[in-house]
């Protein structure tokens, strides 16, 4: 599709991420899409084809802290969240904080571990907070979680529970590079990994007024119907068990302000709502179990949902 002008500051973003990732500029971003919207990504891929690396070099364009959770069987809720201790000299019990306190997390390989420490992710990501024995204690802002996972044919995985999986804003895929794009990734390996010489090139303030500036995106009525209607309809298609939730609605909304954000518009257009679609709206449908028989999957239903629906053709309210 095509593209207006990328703001200066998205651009310096994606420019210094590319000196890390070679031929990810989609999945970077998506990345900053959810960044922007004060959402979360969940990447499901096989490992090896650098998400760490993706997060990592997100993390430190945008002058973030950066902390990774590394999901196992045996991780409990406290060991994500953090823990209350007493201490006898102070006569108290003492927070200690967990690795989730940080700004941009990576939760590695999430479907590894048990439904009951996944949902110690819950409340952080809805609530930017996490209670401790009765106690709320809140998140840095900006809070973003990262979290990836492997396809769920892989031995000793979980699935993640629907009410997980919803609130994630953006489910996508990295992809193998190809041979040219793997070449170059072992010339820029042979000497020193370049992630290491990264530095950032915005800071937490910039990243904050910019998430705030989403806000001010114009979504003209008849591309809130237009939305509205996409998810109504994956709700009513015949291969769907369970169709996206209201929460899918606002979701694509605010991902279709960051993106129209990212191009210099102050308005959004059916064309991103076209295109975002099936990255915010697949892991929120869940398929009957005839429709995986026939090979049919989630990304399918959404992209035949957007074919079918007809495009608002009124003329944009532009401010």
């Known amino acids: ?38 959402g979360h990504v969940l990447l ?45 000299k102070e006569m108290e019990f003492q927070f200690r904080p967990g690795p989730l306190m940080g700004n941009i997390i990576l939760a590695d390989e999430i479907n590894r571990t048990s439904p009951k420490t996944q949902s110690a992710l819950l409340e952080a990501m809805e609530e930017a907070s996490v209670t401790i024995d009765g106690v709320t204690h809140r998140l840095e802002k900006p809070f973003f979680v990262m979290a990836t996972q492997n396809p769920i044919e892989y031995e000793g995985t979980y699935p993640l529970p629907e009410a997980q999986l919803d609130r994630f804003l ?27 010489e990264l530095e950032s090139v915005i800071d937490l303030a910039e990243l904050q007024f910019l998430q705030k500036e989403i806000n001010n995106v114009f979504v003209d009525s008849t591309i809130k119907h237009y939305i509205v209607d996409l998810v109504h309809s994956t709700r009513g298609y015949s291969s769907v068990y369970l169709g996206a939730s209201p929460r899918g609605s606002i979701a694509l909304m605010k991902a279709a302000q960051a993106y129209a954000f990212m191009y210099g518009r102050d308005y959004v257009i059916p064309d991103d709502i076209q295109y975002l679609a099936p990255f915010v709206l697949s892991h929120r449908i869940i398929l009957k179990s005839e429709a995986k028989f026939e090979g049919i999957t989630a990304e399918d239903v959404v992209k035949r949902v957007v074919a079918r629906v007809a495009i608002p053709v009124k003329r944009l309210e532009v401010k």
């Open 44 to 88: 499901e891929d096989v490992p090896g084809v650098g998400k760490t690396m993706m997060v990592r070099a997100l993390a430190k364009s945008v002058h973030a802290s950066f902390r990774r959770i590394q999901f196992t069987p045996d991780l409990l809720p406290s060991d994500v969240t953090g823990v209350s201790i007493y201490n006898p």
């Open 170 to 196: 953006l489910k996508m895929r990295m992809g193998y590079p190809d041979m040219t794009e793997e070449i170059e990734v072992l010339n820029r390996a042979q000497k020193v990994q370049p992630i290491e």
């Open 1 to 38: 599709m095509a593209h207006d002008q990328m703001n200066p500051a998205i651009e310096k973003i994606l420019s210094n991420i590319e000196k890390v990732m070679i031929g990810k500029r989609n999945v970077a971003e998506l990345s900053l899409v959810a960044l922007l919207a004060d």
